[in-house]
Nanobody, 123 residues
Framework: VQLQASGGGLVQAGGSLRLSCAASGGTISSYGMGWFRQAPGKDRDFVASITWTGGTTYYSDSVKGRFTISRDNAKNTMYLQMNNLKPEDTAVYYC?????????????????WGQGTQVTVSS
């Protein structure tokens, strides 16, 4: 499975962006998926994840209430709607997937990773 993240860009604080993660080389309908982000000089952090059914979602405290993760298995794509963006959300955002995902917020729970898309929020 190959993952391609897109949708990043430059936005002012308070604005919105929607990231997409398109999968190819296989169907992700039975995969749990997630978003992580890495700011310059910092570790990669968990942002949000979703089970293969889409029935359960997880969020980091820093984005809860502002970001929404979703998926469209028919389109083999996952999304991250980001609202009320803040300068501290600036980072490279990565999507990830794993066939055996069970709700962990650790990057080690995901076997497949996309290349990342840059999100920059200006104040």
């Amino acid at each position: 499975v190959q993952l391609q993240a897109s949708g990043g860009g430059l936005v002012q604080a308070g604005g919105s962006l929607r990231l997409s993660c398109a999968a190819s080389g296989g169907t992700i309908s039975s995969y749990g998926m997630g978003w992580f982000r890495q700011a310059p000089g910092k570790d990669r952090d968990f942002v949000a994840s979703i089970t293969w059914t889409g029935g359960t979602t997880y969020y980091s405290d820093s984005v809860k209430g502002r970001f929404t993760i979703s998926r469209d298995n028919a389109k083999n794509t996952m999304y991250l709607q980001m609202n009320n963006l803040k300068p501290e959300d600036t980072a490279v955002y990565y999507c990830a997937a794993d066939k055996y995902y069970s709700g962990s917020m650790s990057g080690g729970a995901f076997a497949y990773w996309g290349q990342g898309t840059q999100v920059t929020v200006s104040s």
